[in-house]
């Protein structure tokens, strides 16, 4: 007879509580006395962790030294500067490589460092950044040597939910086989598409409302110089500790996409007057904007979003 994992699972915790259960409530006391203490702290138990502990002290003990007011800044305000969107791998730590602080990178990391329209995590945490931290730049950064890059160029199957992840990488290679298939040597054909990839993936950021609502907003606003967010594609190279921009020409690329993927646009420049700069203030936060009194009539008035005619392509 077949029995499932997941039974057998059942079969072990269900013996595991047995003892538990059998104990009432008035002999707790006397449990708990029998029962051996697992005092909080890994100290002696696994030399590798403790260091873990030990090393955070010394962090502390260096950051006070330096200033003691530095944890009640830290611990007092969130406002990083920077969206880091890179690989998990253990050798591109998103701070150290910028030679950044505790408090300047809102991190967020995944296989080959995707930005994949579906992927709730990447998209909660893209929304977040945008619209709540207000982060004037994101980071989009890929690094040679890559394992999620090379194992998505394996003609085998990973078995999902990893094939499945690969998938959207084996579809950049798609988009860009000609070019790649030019390239004979196989390391920089990895190369090659280690910084596609990268590219596409700031391409997706482009693509999403919770940007494009934000560039609208930043474009339209005078309160920032530049329209945000910036979008920066970059990759480290872990033989060499350099991290490289690419030279991108996104509008070239975004040229080619407007007809599709434009969300929000502003049709004409004349429209766009002191009250529908009112009416847009809070768009980018995902909130339904105030409503200027004297908006224009001939606007048809969407409840939620009052100036959508003025944003939606058409
Ligand atoms: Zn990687």
Redesign the pocket.
């Known amino acids: 007879m077949r029995i499932s994992l997941l039974a057998l699972t059942s079969l072990s915790l269900a013996a595991a509580f047995t003892p538990r259960l059998s104990v009432s409530r008035t002999n707790t006391a006397s449990f708990a006395t029998r029962m051996p203490v697992e005092k909080p702290s890994y100290k002696g138990i696994d030399k590798s962790i403790d260091e873990v502990f030990e090393n955070n002290q010394a962090w502390i003990d260096r950051k006070e030294a330096k200033d003691p007011n530095y944890f009640g800044a830290l611990g007092s305000v969130h406002k990083p500067k920077y969206l880091w969107i890179g ?1 998990s ?1 253990a050798r591109v730590p998103a701070n150290e490589i910028m030679g950044l602080d505790a408090g300047d990178v809102f991190v967020l990391r995944n296989v ?1 460092n995707m930005v994949t329209g579906t992927d709730f995590n990447v998209m909660s945490a893209l929304q977040y950044a945008v619209t709540a931290l207000e982060v004037p730049h994101i980071i989009v950064c890929g ?1 040679y040597d ?4 090379r194992a998505s160029i394996e003609n085998r199957d990973h078995t999902p939910p990893l094939e499945n992840w690969l998938r959207s990488i084996r579809d950049v290679y798609r988009l860009h086989s000609s070019e790649l298939n030019a390239i004979k040597d196989p390391e920089q054909r990895h190369r090659r598409l280690v910084e596609l990839n990268v590219i596409e993936q700031c391409i997706n950021l482009f693509k999403t409302g919770v940007v494009q609502r934000k560039r609208v907003e930043t474009f339209r606003s005078d309160e920032f110089s530049i329209t945000q967010p910036r979008i920066h594609a970059v990759v480290f190279d872990p033989a060499t500790g350099k991290l490289n921009p690419l030279k991108v020409d996104f509008r070239h690329y975004i040229d080619e996409l407007h007809d599709i993927y434009d969300l929000y646009a502003v049709e004409d420049e004349t429209k766009v007057d002191e009250a529908n700069r009112e009416a847009i203030k809070g768009l980018s936060k995902g909130e339904a904007p105030h409503l200027p009194s004297d908006i224009d009539a001939d606007v048809e008035v969407d409840k939620r979003w009052p100036k959508w005619k003025f944003w939606k392509k058409t």
């Open positions: 690989c791998d080959a690094h890559c394992g999620g890059v």
